[in-house]
């Protein structure tokens, strides 16, 4: 995760965002708005949480996969552990 405050508001944002996103598909669900509405306000908020997930991921690959902290023996192993984290979180 991110470990800056300016950084985890940014997320905070992006989250509040999507739930307002996901709010307004049920109010146009409840309501019978017409499918080709719904479908465009599905499609934002599948945007939407894909790009929270590649920011919390490049984070993720940034500040602990790539950690000089991290003891990497082999470039293989580091290539390894993102192919798995790719096929972990992006199925």
Do not use: F, W
């Not at 991110?2 to 997320?11: C, F, V």
């Not at 965002?17 to 499918?35: A, F």
């Not at 602990?64 to 790719?86: C, G, K, N």
Request: charged share 30%; net charge negative; with cysteine.
């Amino acid at each position: 995760m991110s470990h800056l405050d300016k950084e985890k508001q940014k997320l905070v944002a992006r989250i509040k965002r999507i739930r307002g996103q996901v709010d307004s598909i049920e109010r146009s669900l409840t309501s019978g708005d017409d499918c080709a509405d719904v479908l465009m306000l599905l499609a934002n908020v599948r945007g939407g949480v894909n790009s929270l997930m590649a920011e919390v991921l490049e984070d993720h690959i940034r500040l602990h996969l790539l950690s000089p902290e991290r003891d990497v023996a082999q470039p293989q192993e580091l290539a390894e552990d993102l192919i798995d984290l790719v096929r972990a979180y992006l199925k």
